[in-house]
């Protein structure tokens, strides 16, 4: 039988990786909803695309995976 490795390296790396990026795309909307509001964009409507945009994209996933 192969061997297994007690300690490897590459184990813990999957979800910090995932991690880094859910946080640059977090940093990235709100460099994007900043722009918006200096740019002149009314709060209510920066909050109505903002669940817009999150309903579009989280329903087919929902829909997916349910």
């Known amino acids: ?18 991690m880094l990026m859910a946080e640059a795309v977090v940093a990235g909307a709100n460099i994007f909803y900043k722009l918006a509001v200096i740019d002149g964009m009314s709060n209510g409507v920066l909050a109505s695309y903002k669940f817009l945009f999150s309903t579009a994209f989280l329903l087919p996933l929902a829909l997916i995976f349910e």
């Open 1 to 18: 039988m192969g061997k297994k490795r007690v300690c490897d390296p590459s184990e813990g790396v999957k979800p910090v990786i995932i």
